[in-house]
Nanobody, 123 residues
Framework: QVQLVESGGGVVQTGGSLTLSCEASGRTFSRYVVAWFRQAPGEEREFVARLSMSGNYTYYGDSKKGRFIISRDNAKNTAYLQMSSLNPEDTAVYYC????????????????WGQGTQVTVSS
């Protein structure tokens, strides 16, 4: 079973960019679908993006496509979320999560989570 550690969060101004990383322990990372979710204060956790095991298929939540890019490097056991044109509504704790074989947009389907990394976009 893998363990996940996110990094790369921080404070950025409106219009800025950040790249988050999700590093997995273990040797089976390539067998997992990877997803990013986010949770803003007082809000439910929201699907951001997910990526197939091979990295060939990507899916994005509403309003994320075109601004966010999910990717992975299985040789480095790491997934990434490149975020651009950030605005204050993107402020949230960002989590990566994995599950075996088939990806979904629903947090309840993912059983391994990282601890989250805070992203704050200032106006």
């Amino acid at each position: 079973q893998v363990q996940l550690v996110e990094s790369g969060g921080g404070v950025v101004q409106t219009g800025g960019s950040l790249t988050l990383s999700c590093e997995a322990s273990g040797r089976t990372f390539s067998r997992y679908v990877v997803a990013w979710f986010r949770q803003a204060p007082g809000e439910e956790r929201e699907f951001v993006a997910r990526l197939s095991m091979s990295g060939n298929y990507t899916y994005y939540g509403d309003s994320k496509k075109g601004r966010f890019i999910i990717s992975r490097d299985n040789a480095k056991n790491t997934a990434y979320l490149q975020m651009s044109s950030l605005n204050p509504e993107d402020t949230a704790v960002y989590y990566c999560a994995v599950r075996r074989l088939v990806g979904t947009d629903y947090q309840e389907d993912y059983d391994i989570w990282g601890q989250g990394t805070q992203v704050t976009v200032s106006s």
